[in-house]
C-alpha cells in the first residue's frame, strides 16, 4: 500500500532543538492517529508522543514540555518539534500511522527511522 518517509534527524548539542518530519503516501482516505515512537540502544520501543485524526496529542512524560506534535492534515504529515534535547533523548525516532486506504484497507505502518543523536 502506502509508506511512510520520515526525515529531520541529525547530530544536535544538548539544549539544542530538532524538527522531525513524516509524510504518509499512497491511495489514502483517512488517517487515524499519528505518532512518533523511539528506541535507545538496548532499550524497547518507547511512546513518545501521539496525535489523534481529533488533534488529541498525548506525551511521553520525560517530553512533556520540551516536544510538541502536530499534524498536516492536507499533506498527511506530523511534525516532532523537539527542544531542551538531552543526552537521554538519543535514539532512532519512528514514525507510526493507523491508515485506511482506498478499497476501505486499513493498515498500521512504521516508517525507516531517523537517528537524533544529542552530545552533551
Known amino acids: 500500500q502506502g509508506q511512510l518517509v520520515e526525515s529531520g534527524g541529525g547530530l544536535v548539542q544538548a539544549g539544542g532543538s530538532l524538527r522531525l518530519s513524516c509524510a504518509a503516501s499512497?491511495?489514502?482516505?483517512?488517517?487515524?492517529?499519528m505518532g512518533w515512537y523511539r528506541q535507545a540502544p538496548g532499550k524497547q520501543r518507547e511512546l513518545v508522543a501521539v496525535i489523534t485524526s481529533g488533534g488529541i496529542t498525548n506525551y511521553a512524560d520525560s517530553v512533556k514540555d520540551r516536544f510538541t506534535i502536530s499534524r498536516d492534515y492536507a499533506k498527511n504529515t506530523v511534525y516532532l518539534q523537539m527542544s531542551s534535547l538531552k543526552p537521554d533523548d538519543t535514539a532512532v525516532y519512528y514514525c507510526?500511522?493507523?491508515?485506511?486506504?482506498?478499497?476501505?484497507?486499513?493498515?498500521?505502518?512504521w516508517g525507516q527511522g531517523t537517528q537524533v543523536t544529542v552530545s552533551s
Open positions: 507510526n500511522a493507523d491508515i485506511i486506504y482506498s478499497g476501505s484497507f486499513r493498515q498500521r505502518i
Open positions: 499512497g491511495s489514502i482516505l483517512r488517517i487515524n492517529d
